[in-house]
């Protein structure tokens, strides 16, 4: 069964401080990984997209790293704002059995910022 | 505003109503999906259309209709609903070639009474 884990389920943090969030999926033949991020009550937005074979994106203050043969990706956020606060969801795309358009989706990691 | 919209943002509807959500993309892409956020479940997918025709259906209730009646335009009609599927539908859209972004709409809240 594919299934993605993210953890920790929660975190809260001062601002200024470095963030890792993690997320870990149980079959290592997977397409492409992407992270988003969700605020209260809206969609998803789009942060990064790792295709297989690569091994880290990175836009601004955001860096995700695979490694897939481990089955984890973390996203890496530097110099944490409240601005920051918000849910990220990690999504991946599986090679094996998997339709177009169909990420399986961790929990999500919500993620607080305070001043 | 990403591309993708979805109207209506918040509905309540009773268990004999038929509703209808409604999205739209101006992306230009050719693949779109709907997908079904839950307190209890991960994100999952629901449908996926491409090109105008469905070729997913995640073993979802008949309740649930889709219609794709243009690469830009996709519905989720709502027919005999139970409180267990309140949740936030999520509309989405991506070119269909494989390894590309997947953008996702604000979401209908629906609360089934």
């Known amino acids: 069964k594919q299934e993605v884990t993210q953890i920790p389920a929660a975190l809260s943090v001062p601002e200024g401080e470095n963030l890792v969030l993690n997320c870990s999926f149980t079959d290592s033949a997977i397409y492409n990984l992407q992270w988003f991020r969700q605020d209260p009550g809206k969609g998803l937005t789009s942060l990064l997209l790792?295709?297989?074979?690569?091994r880290e994106q990175t836009s601004g203050r955001l860096n995700a790293s695979l490694d897939k043969s481990s089955g984890r990706s973390t996203l890496y956020i530097a110099a944490s704002q409240p601005g920051d606060s918000a849910t990220y969801l990690c999504?991946?795309?599986?090679?094996?059995?998997?339709?177009?358009?169909?990420?399986?989706f961790g929990r999500g990691t919500q993620l607080t910022v305070w001043p | 505003e990403t591309g993708v919209t979805q109207t209506p943002r918040h509905l309540v509807m009773g268990m004999t109503n038929k509703k209808s959500l409604k999205c739209e993309q101006h992306?230009?892409?050719?693949?779109m999906y709907w997908y079904k956020q839950s307190a209890k479940k991960p994100l999952e997918l629901m449908f996926v259309y491409s090109l105008e025709e469905r070729v997913e259906n995640n073993s979802v209730p008949s309740r649930f209709s889709p219609e794709c009646p243009n690469s830009s335009h996709l519905f989720l009609h709502l027919h005999t609903l139970q409180p267990e599927d309140s949740a936030l539908y999520l509309c989405?859209?991506?070119?269909?070639?494989?390894?590309?972004?997947?953008?996702f709409g604000e979401g209908s809240w629906l609360t089934v009474v």
């Open positions: 989405a859209s991506s070119h269909r070639e494989a390894g590309n972004t997947i953008y």
């Open positions: 992306l230009g892409h050719n693949a």
């Open positions: 790792i295709q297989s074979s690569q």
């Open positions: 999504a991946v795309k599986f090679d094996r059995g998997s339709t177009l358009g169909r990420l399986y």
